[in-house]
């Protein structure tokens, strides 16, 4: 899934919906900024939001707390996003259905094939609603684990 504009079909109260089901996602950026702007639009949106600096953190937070999504960055210190996703699959109790959104300034013709594969491939900078409604897609797909 590729988006860059606000999808005409879907409404706010289907937004709504999914994010009052109290989601967990994981965020992770190397950029403060990222990380507040990501952290404020998707807990006014209604769900839990952890918050990794690297992806040495993102594996950390991602096997202790279990998130339904992950929107992770490819360009990070102490681990990129391809390690992030790496060390995830490599882990036997990890599941794989869990969706990542790969937000990143890095242009590549892989990364909306990934993407498509695990979930999502958005470019930054992207608007809060684009992401908030690729967040709610995705989170449609599956069921809550809380």
């Known amino acids: 899934?590729?988006?860059?504009?606000?999808?005409?079909?879907?409404?706010?109260?289907?937004?709504?919906?999914?994010?009052?089901?109290?989601h967990r996602i994981l965020v992770a950026d190397d950029s403060l900024t990222v990380l507040r702007l990501i952290d404020r639009t998707l807990?006014?949106?209604?769900y839990l939001v952890d918050l990794a600096e690297d992806g040495?953190?993102?594996?950390?937070?991602a096997l202790?707390?279990?998130p339904d999504l992950i929107v992770?960055?490819?360009?990070?210190?102490?681990?990129d996003g391809y390690g992030v996703c790496h060390e995830l699959l490599a882990t036997s109790s990890w599941d794989a259905r869990t969706p990542v959104i790969f937000l990143t300034s890095a242009n590549a013709p892989h990364?909306?094939?990934?993407?498509?594969?695990?979930?999502a491939f958005l470019?930054?900078?992207?608007?809060?609603v684009?992401?908030?409604?690729?967040?709610?897609?995705?989170?449609?797909?599956?069921?809550?684990?809380?």
């Open 111 to 119: 990364l909306e094939t990934l993407g498509n594969q695990m979930g």
């Open 72 to 79: 992770l960055d490819i360009n990070m210190p102490e681990l």
């Open 1 to 22: 899934m590729t988006a860059t504009e606000p999808s005409a079909g879907t409404t706010t109260s289907e937004l709504a919906t999914v994010a009052t089901q109290k």
């Open 43 to 46: 807990r006014e949106s209604g």
């Open 130 to 146: 684009v992401l908030v409604e690729t967040v709610t897609k995705l989170l449609k797909r599956r069921p809550l684990r809380h």
């Open 123 to 128: 470019s930054k900078p992207t608007e809060p």
């Open 56 to 61: 040495r953190r993102a594996v950390d937070l």
């Open 64 to 66: 202790r707390h279990r």
